[in-house]
Every structure is written in C-alpha cells, then in structure tokens.
C-alpha cells in the first residue's frame, strides 16, 4: 500500500498545496542513493515517480546487507528518523530514476507548531503510516517472507478518505511531470 495516502488521507487540500509549494523536487538516477543508513537526514521525502530499494546493514560487510523493503510510487520516506530524530537505519536507493518530494523537517516542525490543526492532522497521519508499516512487518514475519502482505485498509476512518488521498497524491505526482 502507498503508505502517502495514510498520510494524505489526514491532510487538508491547503495542507497538500503547502506540501507542493513548500516541498523541493528532486531527481535521483538509478543507482543513486536518497538515503544513507546512520547518515542524518534533514528532510521528509514522498516518492513522486520510480523505486525504491531499501537495504540494512550497509555499513558492514557485503554479506549482512538485507534488502528489507521495495518501495514505490506514494510511498513516504524518513518517517520514523523524523519522529525520533535519529539517523536512519537503513539505506534507500534508487532502483529506478526517480522524483521525490522533500519537505524539510524544520519547515513540517514550524508549520505544527504554528498551525496547530495541522500538526494533529500531520503526526496522525505518520502514526498511520508507522503503524502500516509495522503491520506488514508483523505480516511478512509471520509468513515467512512469503511475501504476501495484506495491504487492505481496513480501519473505517482510513478508509473513508482514500478516494481524497488518491486524488491528492495524483495531483501531486502531476505536478512532478
């Protein structure tokens, strides 16, 4: 499941066109790498256009690298160093060419604590996406690594925005081309 329409789902129409207008575009070639495990990292990232490999253990040998995840088009990245304002603990690269939308930290940071309807909208919509993405941990860890991962959005609040969140994310993904 694209994890940004958790996101989005929570988010206003003024809260996405601030996003867009607040946001940089970045292009990354295949190959290159977004995000570098234990490296700090000052932005919040949603995936506009290509893929993602996410890989652990990238500062050890080549034979404790993990690919742990394949993201695309909608997924959000940097989350969780975000929220605990830790370094992040895996490595995203470039499967494909790819275009994000990078929105700072100290710009989300200032915005919540300006705009404090935002924030709740904003840090519920990143418990969403947390919260998915430990989900489907759990579901992967269960099956094991079968792969076959639930991405039903079931909770009755998430659903009944998803209709606004797609629409929200393929404006934004339109405004990337």
């Not at 809260?15 to 977004?34: C, P």
């Not at 404790?64 to 304002?85: K, Y």
């Not at 915005?111 to 709740?120: I, P, V």
Request: glycine fraction near 8%; hydrophobic fraction near 40%; include cysteine.
């Amino acid at each position: 499941m694209r994890n940004s329409l958790l996101l989005l789902g929570e988010l206003s129409d003024e809260d996405v066109d601030w996003l867009r207008h607040s946001g940089e575009r970045v292009s990354i070639s295949a190959g290159g790498v977004l995000i570098q495990e234990g490296q700090p990292i000052t932005a919040l990232y949603l995936l506009l256009d290509g893929t993602l490999e996410v890989k652990t253990g990238t500062l050890g040998p080549p034979d404790q690298q993990r690919t742990v995840a394949h993201l695309a088009t909608g997924e959000v990245i940097g989350e969780m160093s975000f929220v605990d304002n830790r370094p992040p603990s895996a490595t995203v690269i470039a499967e494909t060419d790819i275009i994000v939308l990078s929105v700072s930290q100290e710009q989300l940071l200032e915005r919540a604590d300006t705009d404090l309807a935002f924030g709740k909208r904003f840090y519920r919509g990143l418990a969403f996406c947390l919260s998915n993405r430990l989900r489907l941990m759990n579901v992967g860890s269960a099956q094991s690594g079968s792969g076959a991962q639930s991405t039903d959005i079931s909770h009755p609040d998430i659903a009944a925005n998803e209709a606004v969140a797609k629409a929200r994310l393929e404006s934004l993904i339109a405004s990337a081309r």
